[in-house]
């Protein structure tokens, strides 16, 4: 496999912008190396419908903008629709917690969340802050426009609040103990 096609499955599966610090460690190479492969990727992704994206010293991957408007109304139709199963309950989580990094979601669901987060961000249904205890992961929080939705004026309004809350700790804890990372 090579380097650039290593970065492309990272970009991919991450959906984020990624620091070519961090993709030096992932693909075990130097950063010379990294810029030689972003600059061959982006060659090849070249007339695609995907394209890199620069800034500061991060990449991500994005659409061509040529698709702007396609994908606008795809977006909306999209925005329109009910949310699933999965959606509502990544939105739980997060609601119950406080706020969640993905990998406090990924682990209580027990799949991949990143494309639900992506879809809940778009709707505007929740919020990403850096974590203000780890400045290299987000936390994950409900938007005002949720709170105002569900009629809340605080989360502690919610069912069975502090009973959930307890439930969500407890599973944490054993997280930890079991030295799993969430």
Do not use: W
């Given at each position: 496999?090579?380097?650039?096609?290593?970065?492309?499955?990272?970009?991919?599966?991450?959906?984020?912008?990624?620091?070519?610090?961090?993709?030096?460690?992932?693909?075990?190479?130097?950063?010379?190396?990294?810029?030689?492969a972003l600059r061959d990727f982006e060659?090849?992704?070249?007339?695609?419908?995907?394209?890199?994206?620069?800034?500061?010293?991060?990449?991500?991957?994005?659409?061509?903008?040529?698709?702007?408007?396609?994908?606008?109304?795809?977006?909306?139709?999209?925005?329109?629709?009910e949310l699933s199963k999965a959606s509502?309950?990544?939105?739980?989580?997060?609601?119950?917690?406080?706020?969640?990094?993905?990998?406090?979601?990924?682990?209580?669901?027990?799949?991949?969340?990143?494309?639900?987060?992506?879809?809940?961000?778009?709707?505007?249904?929740?919020?990403?802050?850096?974590?203000?205890?780890?400045?290299?992961?987000?936390?994950?929080?409900?938007?005002?426009?949720?709170?105002?939705?569900?009629?809340?004026?605080?989360?502690?309004?919610?069912?069975?609040?502090?009973?959930?809350?307890?439930?969500?700790?407890?599973?944490?804890?054993?997280?930890?103990?079991?030295?799993?990372?969430?």
């Amino acid at each position: 496999m090579t380097l650039d096609q290593k970065i492309e499955a990272i970009l991919f599966m991450k959906g984020e912008p990624m620091t070519h610090k961090k993709l030096s460690e992932l693909c075990d190479a130097s950063k010379d190396e990294i810029e030689v492969a972003l600059r061959d990727f982006e060659a090849k992704l070249q007339d695609r419908g995907l394209t890199l994206i620069h800034k500061e010293g991060s990449v991500m991957l994005g659409t061509n903008p040529e698709l702007g408007s396609m994908l606008e109304n795809m977006r909306k139709e999209e925005l329109s629709r009910e949310l699933s199963k999965a959606s509502l309950e990544t939105v739980a989580v997060i609601l119950y917690k406080e706020g969640a990094t993905r990998a406090d979601i990924d682990y209580i669901r027990g799949v991949n969340s990143s494309f639900i987060l992506r879809n809940l961000l778009v709707r505007g249904l929740v919020e990403k802050i850096t974590d203000p205890t780890d400045s290299r992961r987000y936390l994950y929080k409900p938007s005002y426009d949720l709170m105002s939705y569900l009629g809340l004026s605080k989360l502690s309004e919610l069912p069975e609040f502090e009973n959930m809350k307890i439930i969500l700790n407890k599973n944490a804890r054993e997280a930890e103990e079991e030295n799993v990372e969430i």
